[in-house]
Structure formats: structure tokens, C-alpha cells
């Protein structure tokens, strides 16, 4: 069986609409004096309104690239890629994006970084200064509206970032290894508030991330890329029940879903097993 009809079959379609449709997807980037590098290889890819992807794989398989080229912030080399039924060829504003880092601009305060998203667009902050509030109380900032991002702790910056990534409220929220810089106790909480964000308001999600765990607790389907270049080499539908706290480490498909993903690492050589 090819690794493209492994991945149809384990993740059946769902009869939502399409939001992101990618068709025989490859790019290959060209650096002037240096020789091509083949980053991503036949990406096809259906993501129906609402649903929480994420992405897992070793790093340099084009995880981010592809979400660059989704966004619409890189040309790419062949194939097609669409958002809610309209061509990429150029960035894409109905979107928001939250990086690995925050990117805060360090003199204006937590509400106002948030705002500054509505300026660049050319919208009136202040019509959405309700709105902000309302987004910081659901991420346990708002009694920090006012502190410089230098008074505020790793993952109070980020919480910060995905604020101002759905302050216009936009139907897609891509995700590029948000949570990598944190430490290990941030990382989970901010992947339980995550979760009830998502939960709270449906976005669709793309997630990247070099986490089983993170990938296979968060999503709704996860896709496990091959190295470079980058191929689904498995797409894997998620059923347990949410929310998935702490405990959902001990569900029987939590456990199950992680050592077939560590397993088809271990086959590609991106894992290996400790020596005896």
C-alpha cells in the first residue's frame, strides 16, 4: 500500500466543508550558487471548517514551509492550494499566526500589542478593546493588560501572541511549534488552555509541532511526515474524548497512536532505540 492511500484510509473524509484543500503540493527551493533542495514532495491535503490538524516530523521535512505556502507568505513550485475555495497567490489576510516566538514589541503593553494586529490592517483598535479584554480573561491576562512584555514569564508572552492571533477574529489559526521555546510545565498547561480556546470557538487549526504527544493530545487528526522531502506518510484520525487533560496520557488510544507515530520513526531512521 502507497504511503498516500495509507494515509486515505486511516483518516476518512469528513463531510464538513473545506477550508484547506492542497492538490499534488511540491516545492523545491533554488538558492542562487547553491544546489536545489527538494523541500516538500506531492502534498495532498483536505482540511474540512473546525478541525484541529496537527503536523508532526523531524525537523527540515517542511513542516513550516508548508504552512508558509499556506499562508500564502511563500510561492510554491507546482500543485494547488486552497483557502475556503479561493486560489493561494499571495498572503492570506483571514488568518491569524502564532510563531515559536512571540515577537512582542517591547515598549507597548500586553492589551496594546494585541491591538497592534487591527493597526496594521488598517482598523480602529479601540472598536476592539472590549473584544481583547474579553480574549485576555479567557487566557488569565487580563489583570496584566497593562505590563511590558518584559514583566511577563515565557508562556504569559505567548498566551499574549495567540491573543493578538485571533483578535480579528479570523477562521483559521495556523501554528508553527508555538509552545517549543517553554519549558515543560508551561508546555502543558498552555496546550489544556489551547484545547479550551479551540473548544470555545472552533477555529479551524493547523498545528505544527516535533511532539507526539503534543500532536496526538491536541488534534483531531494528526499527519506524520516522512524526512526531507516532505511527504504524509500517515494521517491519523484522533477519537478521545475532550477535554483531554493531564489523565488523557493513560487513554488506551493516547498510548496506542504515540507508538505507531514512534514506530514510524524508528523505521525512517529519525529515532533510534537505545543501545543493549
Not at 124 to 145: N, T
Not at 158 to 168: F, K, S
Request: glycine fraction near 8%; include cysteine; aromatic fraction near 4%.
Amino acid at each position: 500500500m502507497s504511503a498516500k492511500q495509507e494515509a486515505r484510509e486511516s483518516a476518512p473524509p469528513s463531510s464538513s466543508q473545506p477550508c484547506i484543500e492542497i492538490e499534488g503540493l511540491t516545492h523545491t527551493f533554488l538558492p542562487r550558487g547553491k544546489s536545489p533542495t527538494r523541500a516538500l514532495e506531492q502534498i495532498d491535503l483536505t482540511i474540512p471548517q473546525g478541525e484541529f490538524v496537527a503536523i508532526v516530523g523531524p525537523s527540515g521535512c517542511g513542516k513550516s514551509t508548508l504552512l508558509r505556502i499556506i499562508a500564502g507568505l511563500l510561492p510554491f513550485s507546482s500543485g494547488k492550494v486552497r483557502l475556503n475555495g479561493h486560489d493561494v497567490n499571495g498572503p492570506q489576510t483571514d488568518l491569524g499566526i502564532v510563531f515559536q516566538s512571540p515577537v512582542l514589541l517591547d515598549w507597548r503593553s500586553v492589551i496594546d500589542n494585541v491591538l497592534v494586529q487591527l493597526e496594521l490592517r488598517g482598523l480602529d483598535p479601540e472598536a476592539y478593546r472590549a473584544r481583547a479584554s474579553e480574549l485576555l480573561d479567557k487566557v488569565g491576562l487580563l489583570e496584566f493588560s497593562d505590563r511590558l512584555p518584559r514583566e511577563l514569564s515565557g508562556g504569559m508572552r505567548q498566551r499574549t501572541a495567540i491573543v493578538r492571533g485571533l483578535i480579528h477574529n479570523p477562521p483559521i489559526l495556523m501554528m508553527d511549534e508555538p509552545f517549543g521555546a517553554l519549558d515543560a510545565l508551561t508546555r502543558e498547561q498552555m496546550r489544556i488552555d489551547l484545547e479550551q480556546i479551540w473548544i470555545q470557538t472552533k477555529k479551524t487549526v493547523l498545528f505544527i509541532t516535533h511532539s507526539i504527544d503534543e500532536a496526538v493530545l491536541l488534534a483531531d487528526r494528526v499527519l506524520v511526515m516522512t524526512p526531507r522531502p516532505g511527504r504524509v506518510e500517515r494521517d491519523i484520525r484522533i477519537t478521545m474524548p475532550r477535554p483531554r487533560g493531564i489523565e488523557a496520557r493513560k487513554n488506551p488510544e493516547f498510548i496506542k497512536v504515540n507508538e505507531e507515530i514512534t514506530e514510524i520513526f524508528l523505521k525512517r531512521g529519525v529515532l533510534h532505540r537505545a543501545k543493549t
